[in-house]
């Protein structure tokens, strides 16, 4: 199965500065996707990045909040912008995994926001 | 859009118990039904997945069924231990015209007791 690197694992940021996060993957994939999970909840997907095109937003996520690079078919990044105390979440990576039949995650950057 | 709910939010079982989360859909265009795990402080991790023209799958002590019918499908575990404690998420896969979509279910809080 795939193996999803993501870096850093955790972080305690400012309000008002920003935050890059990033996912690098062992092999190849087309999409990946980022997901937001607030503190004991679910997870919410904010955008899907295909290698070669703008992201995909999910309603209520915007590009200037979250930018998305997808430079190659291994890596991305997320960024976070203009932090605020509202966006302290784990912050997750995770692509198609056609080894495995399903979705792989990585582990998480857990994000505090003071 | 689809929505997915899942039952209990929090489940307390005796080691050796069985313990059944439920999971209910209302697109009926979703095609796959992965569960994951997620222990504390890390990502979520696949245990089991079925896909729409499957009623049943087995791995062990983990079974998944779905009734497409009633939009529903349930994870099984038996003879739980103590290692079974986790946050267990059920997700659909919602094809989209350019992606596909996987949507959580709000989780699920089990409990092994020894």
């Known amino acids: 199965s795939a193996v999803i690197s993501q870096k850093p694992s955790r972080d305690i940021c400012q309000r008002g500065t920003s935050l890059t996060i990033q996912c690098q993957v062992d092999?190849?994939?087309?999409?990946m996707f980022w997901y937001r999970q607030q503190p004991g909840q679910s997870l919410t997907l904010i955008a899907t990045a295909n290698q070669g095109s703008e992201a995909t937003y999910e309603s209520g996520f915007v590009i200037d909040k979250f930018p998305i690079s997808r430079p190659n078919l291994t890596f991305s990044t997320l960024t976070v912008s203009n932090m605020s105390p509202e966006d302290s979440s784990i912050y997750l990576c995770?692509?198609?995994?056609?080894?495995?039949?399903?979705?792989?995650f990585g582990s998480g950057t857990r994000l505090t926001v003071v | 859009g689809e929505n997915v709910e899942q039952h209990p939010s929090t489940l307390s079982v005796q080691e050796g118990d069985s313990a059944v989360i439920k999971c209910t859909y209302s697109d009926s265009a979703s095609n796959y039904f992965p569960w994951y795990k997620q222990e504390l402080g890390k990502g979520p991790q696949l245990i089991i997945d079925i896909r729409s023209n499957v009623g049943e799958k087995k791995d062990q002590r983990i079974a998944v069924t779905l009734n497409k019918t009633a939009k529903h499908f349930s994870l099984h575990i038996t003879e739980t231990q103590p290692e079974d404690s986790a946050v267990y998420f059920c997700a659909v896969l919602n094809p989209k015209t350019s992606y596909d979509k996987v949507i959580f279910g709000p989780g699920t809080s089990l409990s092994v007791i020894p």
């Open positions: 092999s190849q994939v087309t999409m």
């Open positions: 995770s692509v198609e995994d056609h080894g495995m039949g399903g979705y792989t």
